[in-house]
């Protein structure tokens, strides 16, 4: 991942006050943004691009139309491109949002969707949301007829709930259906970008509301275009990880609890020195009279430094099975020590988790080091 001083970096403003010098020669020499450049080093990625983007509001006299003239001369620029595109459409968010004018708000939001081709103004949309929320998603449920699809995509990424880099909207969080619309328009959309985008929405989504997302998902699939199977796969992503049942399914795995016999998981032995392995055999069989698709999970309930257990979950096999089938399985789990996954000596315990059921819960114990 590029450093932020790799992308909104001194050069890229100094290029930006170039494109904005020679497209704007009369409105400001651009002093407080050429000076901006000097000033990026301690700040973050988010925290230049607001800061340039103050220093954009600054040279325009913090007047929403005589920024807008300037950032329209430099879309005639093909030099105004790239990241140094980030503080303009913060710019142009700023100052539409505190201007009286509702104009200026509509223009506000043309303007971004002009920008996002030349990068993105997801980023620069929460401002927007989160002055007027409802008129932005207005707003954006017209870009999704858009020819463009940066626009499109910007109707999506820039409403996500849970945007990374980007300032939350807690309107967003707090009714996560405000979007679905969007989505809906968007989701068998011809661009793979803008398709993503919206498996990236949902899966968001999954994290606030999971009936919301499934159920949302599993309408997308009643005469779906040939590309909605790999989108809903990409969204439910996070609640198949969870074993969420409802994903589970969307995702092509079939079998209830009530279908299956699950014996396990069988303990090699119980103490387990750490620095070792926890060795355990499982036993899976379809009683129903219909084949099954699986999911197999094995879940180890870890001691932490408080005393309390946390599960982890760990992919373990897929499987189909007609009925009357059986499946043998066998794993070894390491408790070699790792910097990101601290182990703690006492009572552990593992459990099988089959297309999101959760079965026996089997205690062990993790010892010091032998030796």
């Given at each position: 991942m590029p450093t932020a001083d790799e992308l909104i970096s001194p050069d890229s ?359």
């Open positions: 403003i100094r290029r930006l006050t170039a494109v904005l010098r020679n497209t704007s020669p009369a409105d400001s020499r651009w002093r407080t943004v050429a000076d901006s450049a000097t000033t990026l080093g301690p700040l973050s990625l988010s925290q230049r691009a607001r800061a340039v983007g103050d220093a954009l509001l600054a040279d325009t006299g913090h007047v929403y139309a005589h920024l807008a003239h300037a950032v329209r001369a430099a879309l005639t620029s093909e030099d105004l491109t790239g990241w140094m595109v980030w503080p303009l459409t913060e710019a142009v968010a700023s100052a539409a949002t505190a201007s009286p004018s509702d104009a200026d708000f509509d223009d506000g939001l043309d303007l971004l969707a002009q920008l996002t081709p030349r990068l993105t103004a997801e980023f620069a949309l929460r401002t927007f949301l989160n002055t007027d929320p409802a008129r932005t998603l207005a707003t954006a449920t017209t870009w999704t007829d858009s020819p463009d699809p940066a626009v499109r995509r910007l109707a999506s990424e820039g409403t996500r709930p849970k945007l990374p880099w980007a300032r939350q909207v807690p309107e967003l969080t707090r009714n996560p259906a405000a979007t679905l619309p969007l989505l809906d328009r968007l989701h068998a959309d011809t661009s793979d970008n803008v398709r993503r985008s919206v498996a990236n929405h949902l899966n968001d989504i999954s994290r606030l509301d999971p009936d919301l997302a499934t159920t949302q998902a599993a309408r997308w699939t009643h005469g779906p275009a040939s590309t909605t199977p790999a989108l809903i796969r990409h969204a439910m992503r996070t609640l198949v990880k969870q074993g969420n049942p409802a994903a589970l399914e969307l995702v092509g795995f079939h079998g209830d609890r009530a279908d299956l016999k699950v014996e396990g998981p069988r303990l090699e032995r119980t103490g387990i020195p750490l620095g070792s392995a926890l060795h355990f055999t499982a036993r899976i069989t379809n009683i129903s009279n219909k084949p099954v698709t699986l999911a197999i999970d094995y879940v180890i309930h870890h001691k932490k430094a408080n005393g309390k257990q946390t599960p982890k979950v760990f992919k373990l096999a897929k499987r189909t099975l007609p009925p009357g089938e059986m499946t043998e399985l066998r794993r070894s789990h390491s408790f070699r020590p790792i910097n990101t996954r601290p182990y703690y000596p006492g009572a552990h315990a593992v459990q099988l988790q089959v297309n999101g059921y959760h079965y026996n819960k089997v205690p062990f114990v993790l010892t010091p080091p032998a030796g």
